[in-house]
């Protein structure tokens, strides 16, 4: 059974940084992309930040693209979230989620696994 686990959301001031982390357990982590998805009440869930299973392709959201960076290691089965120059309309759920396969996708459908989320507050 894949087990996802989000660790670092919490309060912090506009213009301020946070680093998500996502332990990852269950089956073979370097096989599968990474994606980060973030989801505001009453509003569906929207791609935030992907990875591919080598860490050698990156996505983003355009909202985010120049202050947040994804990463991975395969070694300790993890991957990662930078948040810099945070905004309050960064305020959300933050969910990492384990891919189908390799290459990164951007829609919710084409992920297998979700963590039970991590709150990011910005404040303004």
């Known amino acids: 059974q894949v087990q996802l686990v989000e660790s670092g959301g919490g309060l912090v001031q506009a213009g301020g940084s946070l680093r998500l982390s996502c332990a990852a357990s269950g089956r073979t982590f370097g096989s599968y992309a990474m994606g980060w998805f973030r989801q505001v009440p009453g509003k569906e869930r929207e791609f935030v930040a992907g990875?591919?299973?080598?860490?050698?392709?990156?996505y983003y959201a355009d909202s985010v693209k120049g202050r947040f960076a994804i990463s991975r290691d395969n070694a300790r089965n993890t991957v990662y979230l930078q948040m810099n120059s945070l905004k309050p309309e960064d305020t959300a759920v933050y969910y990492c989620?384990?891919?189908?396969?390799?290459?990164?996708?951007?829609?919710?459908?084409?992920?297998?696994?979700w963590g039970q989320g991590t709150q990011v507050t910005v404040s303004s």
């Open positions: 989620a384990e891919g189908h396969g390799l290459v990164v996708r951007k829609l919710s459908s084409s992920y297998d696994y």
């Open positions: 990875i591919d299973w080598a860490g050698g392709a990156t």
